[in-house]
């Protein structure tokens, strides 16, 4: 994914480059320099971007499909709102503001008005302590608010929050945190995918979808690579070791049983998470 937006911002990029040399060089006709492209310079640029781009579909994303599967919303699933006062190191701060994200992206396309205003209060109480307060602002809420009725905005809104939240992080060389924020946000996204119903298995799209969350959960342990050294990222990728042996044993579909042992190791990662 991250190399995907990378790749449709470098026409942009080299849009920009062209932009500025002719400007250059129409400066600089009459002393017969020119300055070039520097095409490392944009490798560079575009490294950056793509350091910063979230790496895996956002929690919003992820709930758009169970909207789109047309399962009720079940009241009681996700994190209580009263949990977020029990963290206090920001590492199980980050991975909750994660899943907080994933709770209220849950609420937000169910339109579930209330429950919208608690996680949201819950939300920014994390990111206030992450010293984010300034992303999920009065003005935010707002533009949720608007667009109660349209979907696909909400879902741009809420995505939007979550790629600033990432980019911030990584900005202020907390790369560890920002991951562990898209972690936390994984792991309650499929954790509300696999109890939408009492059987999830029975829900028809839903092995689609936990099929398609195996490449993000790939895509994580790839991006995490560079940090797996680090004590904070070394510890959750610990706790995610259940699902990744149940993924690994997978083919190109799913019984029954997998989607019971995927439910199963979710529920157990989760709860050492939200503790």
Same mark, same amino acid.
């Given at each position: 994914?991250?190399? $995907?937006?990378?790749?449709?911002?470098?026409?942009?990029?080299?849009a920009g480059f062209v932009i500025i040399t002719s400007n250059t060089s129409c400066r600089n006709r009459g002393t017969g320099?020119?300055? !070039?492209?520097?095409?490392?310079?944009?490798?560079?640029?575009?490294?950056?971007?793509?350091?910063?781009?979230?790496?895996?579909?956002? +929690?919003?994303? &992820?709930?758009?499909?169970?909207?789109? *599967?047309?399962?009720?919303?079940?009241?009681?699933?996700?994190?209580?709102?009263?949990?977020?006062?029990?963290?206090?190191?920001?590492?199980?701060?980050?991975?909750?503001?994660? /899943?907080?994200?994933?709770?209220?992206?849950?609420?937000?396309?169910?339109?579930?008005?209330?429950?919208?205003?608690?996680?949201?209060?819950?939300?920014?109480?994390?990111?206030n302590e992450l010293n984010m307060s300034q992303i999920y602002d009065e003005s935010w809420y707002e533009k949720i608010r608007?667009?109660? %009725?349209?979907?696909?905005? *909400?879902?741009?809104?809420?995505?939007?929050?979550?790629? +600033?939240?990432?980019?911030?992080?990584?900005?202020?060389?907390?790369?560890?945190?920002?991951?562990?924020?898209?972690? /936390?946000?994984?792991?309650?996204?499929?954790?509300?995918?696999?109890?939408?119903?009492?059987?999830?298995?029975?829900?028809? /799209?839903? +092995?689609?979808?936990?099929?398609?969350?195996?490449?993000?959960?790939?895509?994580?342990?790839?991006? $995490?690579?560079?940090?797996?050294?680090?004590? %904070?990222?070394?510890?959750?990728?610990?706790?995610?070791?259940?699902? !990744?042996? &149940?993924?690994?044993?997978? /083919?190109?579909?799913?019984?029954?049983?997998?989607?019971? %042992?995927?439910?199963?190791?979710?529920?157990?990662?989760?709860?050492?998470?939200?503790?």
């Amino acid at each position: 994914m991250k190399k $995907t937006i990378a790749a449709l911002l470098l026409p942009l990029l080299l849009a920009g480059f062209v932009i500025i040399t002719s400007n250059t060089s129409c400066r600089n006709r009459g002393t017969g320099e020119q300055k !070039k492209i520097d095409m490392n310079e944009a490798d560079t640029i575009l490294n950056q971007i793509e350091k910063k781009v979230y790496p895996l579909p956002t +929690s919003a994303e &992820v709930i758009k499909m169970l909207t789109d *599967l047309e399962v009720g919303y079940i009241f009681g699933i996700s994190n209580p709102v009263e949990n977020s006062k029990k963290y206090i190191k920001s590492t199980d701060r980050a991975i909750n503001l994660g /899943g907080y994200g994933a709770d209220l992206s849950y609420a937000t396309l169910y339109n579930m008005q209330q429950e919208v205003l608690n996680y949201l209060s819950a939300l920014r109480s994390l990111a206030n302590e992450l010293n984010m307060s300034q992303i999920y602002d009065e003005s935010w809420y707002e533009k949720i608010r608007k667009n109660f %009725d349209n979907r696909d905005e *909400l879902v741009k809104i809420l995505t939007e929050a979550f790629q +600033s939240t990432y980019a911030y992080l990584v900005e202020n060389n907390q790369e560890t945190l920002a991951l562990l924020v898209v972690g /936390g946000a994984w792991v309650e996204g499929m954790y509300l995918t696999t109890h939408v119903s009492e059987a999830a298995y029975q829900v028809a /799209g839903i +092995s689609r979808n936990l099929l398609e969350q195996k490449e993000a959960f790939n895509t994580f342990l790839e991006v $995490t690579k560079p940090y797996e050294n680090e004590e %904070d990222i070394s510890n959750f990728l610990a706790i995610l070791e259940p699902i !990744k042996k &149940v993924y690994e044993g997978l /083919g190109t579909s799913l019984t029954q049983q997998n989607i019971i %042992d995927i439910t199963k190791a979710i529920e157990g990662i989760r709860a050492q998470i939200i503790k």
